[in-house]
């Protein structure tokens, strides 16, 4: 009877470990999901649509791939075009090369 409840208990402690893992693997691609749509930096690996991102999808898309963080910036373009001051026209993907007037 004492052999059963062990072997219960470690089936019960394994099927806990499984589901925890599975849960924080869902949470880590949450937050690098999350992080690609809030900064345009997204993490290798990351699916979207039928695609994965890897360096080479990255380098096709002429965006700039982070070797050391394996990280592909694909806001770089907008984020340059802000930065100087004009806006991007999101619905066409390029810059307006038009200064933006602050009142």
């Known amino acids: 009877m004492k052999d ?15 589901f925890t893992f599975k849960i924080i693997q869902k949470i880590k691609c949450f937050i690098d999901e ?23 999808y990255c380098l096709k898309k002429h965006f ?17 075009c802000r930065e100087q001051g004009y806006e991007w026209i999101t619905t066409e993907g390029r810059c307006s090369n038009k200064i933006i007037k602050n009142w």
Do not use: H, P, Q, Y
């Open 4 to 18: 059963l409840k062990k072997i219960i208990l470690l089936i019960l402690v394994l099927i806990i470990l499984f």
């Open 34 to 56: 999350d992080f690609c749509v809030d900064t345009g930096i997204c993490a290798e690996g990351l699916r979207f649509g039928e695609n994965i991102l890897t360096k080479e």
């Open 64 to 80: 700039k791939w982070d070797d050391k963080r394996k990280e592909c910036d694909m806001a770089i373009e907008s984020r340059t």
